[in-house]
């Protein structure tokens, strides 16, 4: 059986945030949790926080024992580009892109 959690528009990097979502693929809770709170990455936090709502519902909507969860798939999209400009030399504009991200975690029990 399987729960899901997703977090949109998070306003930060897909690039920055897979690095932290290829850290916890395929692990069990418990690792997955010891991995994501000694990780110094901005977007630990943020993944950690969705980690444990995917394994609430798992528990409370599918009545799984969280202790038999693994990460069964994560995976990072890329959001709507916030465009931003940036004044330059000689009345030139440069444009800033500032990027979101959509995370998705699938949790399952063992089997």
Do not use: C, W
Not at 69 to 93: Q, S, Y
């Amino acid at each position: 059986m399987e729960a899901i959690a997703k977090l949109k528009m998070i306003r930060i990097s897909p690039r920055k945030v897979r690095l932290v979502a290829d850290s916890i693929r395929n692990k069990k809770i418990a690792n997955a949790i010891a991995v994501l709170q000694n990780q110094d990455k901005r977007s630990s936090e943020p993944v950690l926080k969705l980690l444990n709502s995917a394994v609430a519902n798992a528990v409370n909507n599918n009545g799984m024992e969280a202790d038999r969860l693994f990460v069964k798939t994560i995976f990072v999209n890329e959001g709507p580009t916030l465009k931003r400009f940036r004044p330059r030399a000689h009345g030139r504009a440069y444009e800033i892109l500032k990027r979101t991200s959509h995370i998705t975690i699938v949790v399952s029990d063992e089997n």
